[in-house]
Every structure is written in C-alpha cells, then in structure tokens.
C-alpha cells in the first residue's frame, strides 16, 4: 500500500492551517514571513501531489511549483528588505508596533 | 517502504511547523523552518519531483533559511536586544485555524480522488526542462524579469543613503 492523493492533501491542509495560525499570531515580521513560506509550501506541495496522481498532462503541475517558488521568493526577498528598513527607522519588527499607517 | 517514509516525513512537518508558531525564540523558529523544508523536499522526493527537491533544499533550505537568519541576527542586535517575542495567542486565531484546517480536511475526504495511479516518469527533469522551455516559455522569461526587478528592489530599498 502506497501513499494515497488524499493523505498528502490533508497533510498539506494541516501545514497551510499551521501557517495561517502562525501568520495571525506572530509578533516578528520575520516570523510571518516565514509562515507565509510555510503556506507557499503547503500549496507547492498540492500542485506537486496533483501532478503525481493525476497525470492529465505530464507534469503541468509541477511547472506551476517552479512559478510558484520563484513569486515567493521575490516576496520573501523584498520583505526581508522592508524589515531591515523597519528597524532602521523604527527599531523594532514586531508588527503589532508598526501602525504609522493606521488610517 | 515508500509509505512509511512519507509518514514518517508527514509526523516531521506537522511537529516542526507547530514549533515553528509556538516557540518564543525567533531563532529556533528559524531552524524549525529549516527541517520543514527539509522534510517537504523529502516529500516532494517520494512524489516523483527530483528537480523540484533539489530546488527546496537549495533554494528554500539553504539561500532563504540563512537570509532570514540574518535578518534575524541584524535586528535583534542593538540596544534593546532581545532574541524571544511574546507571543500572545489569540483564542480566536486558534478556532479560526482549526475551523480553516477542518473545512480543508472536510473538503478533501468528501471528494473520491482517483484512485488509479499512472505510470511514473522516468525523465522528470527532461520533461520539466521541455515544458519550461518550450510551453511555458513566455511565464518562464517574466518570472525572470520579477526576479530581476525583486533584487533591485531589495537592494534599493535595504542600501544606505
């Protein structure tokens, strides 16, 4: 008995909701960022699944991870910018002391 | 043996990501992080998804995990250094977690997949290489130019001036 597409998808329904959680807890930035990564992965490990089960046309899912990948770490990359810039002008990266922007 | 792998991967994933939410310290946080990527390319290994394995553990495990990690260290430096965060779990953040993760499962169990699994590529590499680079050729060159304008940005926005 080999894995089944239903017991990858619930695992990746399991990570995407810790990630969630994670997101909306968080005080770092950089660790809801992270967990944002976490949720990218929960999804890349979907199309991954998809692609293995069902084989409509010959690895279409995966080409979607690599995009997938490449948009996240563009996201991730600018981020980490911003958070870097956020402690220069603000000292601190906890985002519930970040509101200059609120309304 | 494949299964046993995969479950054994699976037990992994969730306990690191739960230590990646729960744990007060930011840079244990970051290495949680680091074997849930691990352990997700060893998924992706077992799904039939070489090239994309590699390209977590390079990409994900290794640039990202370290550039966090320095972003970490850079600002948690300072006058008020300080490596762990209170978090304040909210009761509501909880439920609404679950009841996300839940509605997911449900989902998922209430459908009949297919059963039927077809027959393993050989040349996963070969064949990804000849979809991205002949289909999927125009997504391929703009992801390249976001990726381009991406490391402007951040180098725009992060320099000193």
Request: glycine share 6%.
């Amino acid at each position: 008995m080999g894995i089944t597409l239903s017991q990858v998808l619930i695992l990746a329904a399991a990570m995407f909701s810790i990630g969630l959680y994670g997101a909306l807890t968080r005080k770092s930035v950089v660790i809801v960022v992270m967990c944002v990564e976490l949720m990218f992965n929960a999804v890349n490990l979907n199309l991954v699944a998809f692609s293995f089960f069902t084989g409509l046309s010959a690895l279409r899912g995966q080409v979607f991870a690599v995009f997938v990948m490449v948009v996240s770490a563009c996201e991730l990359g600018l981020c980490m910018a911003i958070a870097i810039l956020l402690y220069r002008n603000r000292a601190t990266i906890e985002v519930d002391r970040i509101n200059m922007m609120k309304w | 043996m494949s299964a046993v792998l995969f479950y054994i991967l699976s037990a992994m994933l969730i306990l690191f990501s739960l230590k990646v939410v729960t744990t007060k310290n930011l840079f244990h946080s970051v290495m949680a992080a680091f074997a849930v990527l691990l352990s997700t390319a060893g998924i992706f290994f077992l799904l039939n998804a070489e090239f994309l394995g590699i390209v977590e553990i390079l990409v994900y495990a290794g640039a990202v995990t370290i550039l966090v990690l320095f972003v970490v260290m850079l600002t948690t430096a300072g006058p008020q250094y300080r490596i762990t965060w209170e978090g304040t779990p909210k009761m509501w953040t909880v439920i609404f977690a679950v009841l996300f993760g839940g509605m997911l499962g449900f989902v998922v169990l209430s459908i009949d997949w297919p059963t039927a699994r077809p027959a393993a590529l050989t040349d996963v590499t070969r064949t990804l290489a000849m979809r991205l680079f002949t289909e999927y050729l125009l997504p391929f060159e703009v992801a390249s130019i976001l990726l381009l304008a991406a490391l402007v940005g951040a180098i725009v926005l992060a320099r000193r001036d």
